[in-house]
């Protein structure tokens, strides 16, 4: 029994020293640590890697918490090595500053497969009919032969909201041989099975200018008309049927058109100027694409004005009272009237008045774009041709590719509230100097060729307005797609 009592008391003993020794080796290797890392801070976190979603070199950035001068004492051999370690990283950044520079403008004028682009081979009436064009002999003929004529648009302020016109224009230009781009942002395919989107070659905005009104002989205009058989059309197709509309893409740019058909084909992403006409369900920022107008003033070239070849600090020129939240302009108006070096004034298309529009802007630093009947207008787009800096005021305003464009690189922005306040606007032009100007000044110049419409449209050298477009487009591509496969769960393949 002794010899029981006291093996156990020996094996207490051995528990506990075991305990005590183990939680002295944890404590000592745990000063060790701590130690080790007082001594060289930058041993758990000396390299920061920064990489781009692309094809570039991935590059090491030194962390400055690791140079010479943050660190105390003596420099050991290790630290000499870790300098040598940092001139070598940094000769490697230099070697590809330039590489990584063009990743950023990549983000831009991306390189990837071209989008591929179902379209409808739907009657004239819809598009080129409605600028008078007419099959010569063969009524099955759809669409006109782009390489021996063009249609002509008709132009004036229908300009505006072409973007229909010089889309459709691509797509069909980008089945010629003629196409020689070494590369395309969206290229047309026959078979809707291969095609990322479906295209709707409706010209809506033109639909809408031309035949909105009715005449006597009417019921209805011929636009209403053309936009209840559109949905007809467009409905009855299997690929809406597949997709229920989400993958369709339909422009409705002019924020009067498609002003019934949209509340019937609002699952398709639509082509816009804003959405100040429309209800959130119907369009918004998240499904749909805002395209800029045409700029109706002739771009700038050869610009070297600059800073001080611009007299006048602040322009605007057009339609002061307006309807809607188009208020602060007849308010600034009263506001802006009499200071020095400001040029506000009535003016309308009449007596040249786009030239004259053009000139007084190519000869102001600042131009005022501010909210009208809706958030936006072609005013914006005129002034980025003339190089002048944009001053918006408009809240609600949504901008063309704003998720790869920075517009705060040559554009003020100021909330209505602000702009309101005596002074405030002034205050502010005023206060950026000939550098802060120079820059955004030439920013302007590097991406007014962002919105720019031609045909034939420039490839990823030089991308312009329908470049950037079906860009837009393509980036929203995957989550069309995911959509579509979700409105698909309970159909069977066809």
Known sequence: MVE???????????????????????????????????????????????????????????????????????ETEEHKNENRGATKTESFINENRA??????????????TPLKVYMYDMSPEFHFGLLGWKPERNNDVVWPDIRVNVPHHPGGLNLQHSVEYWLTLDLLFSELPEDSRSSRAAVRVKNSSEADVVFVPFFSSLSYNRFSKVNQKQKKSQDRELQDNLVRYVTSQKEWKISGGKDHVIMAHHPNSMSTARHKLYPAMFVVADFGRYSPRVANVDKDIVAPYKHLVPSYVNDTSGFDGRPILLYFQGAIYRKAGGFVRQELYYLLKEEKGVHFSFGNVRNHGITKAGDGMRSSKFCLNIAGDTPSSNRLFDAIASHCVPVII???????????????????????????????????????????????????????????????????NGDDAVQMIWKAVARKAPLVKMKVHRFQRFKRPF
């Open 394 to 460: 408009s809240d609600d305003i949504e901008l063309p590719y704003e998720d790869v464009l920075n517009y705060n690189e040559f554009c003020l922005f100021v909330r209505s509230s602000d702009a309101l306040k005596k002074g405030f606007l002034m205050g502010l032009v005023r206060s950026i100097g000939r550098e802060e100007y120079n820059k955004m000044w030439k920013r302007l110049k590097e991406v007014e060729k962002y919105f720019v419409f031609r045909f034939p449209s420039k490839d990823n």
């Open 99 to 112: 590489k990584t520079l063009q990743c950023i403008e990549n983000k831009v004028s991306p390189s990837p």
């Open 4 to 74: 029981r009592s006291n093996s156990r008391f020996l094996a207490v003993i051995i528990t506990r020293k075991s305990i005590i020794f183990l939680l002295i080796s944890i404590l000592t290797v745990a000063s060790w640590f701590l130690i080790f890392s007082s001594t060289n801070p930058n041993r758990v976190l000396d390299y920061i890697s920064v990489s781009e979603p692309t094809d570039a070199p991935l590059i090491i950035i030194k962390n400055s918490n690791s140079s010479p001068q943050n660190r105390e004492g003596a």
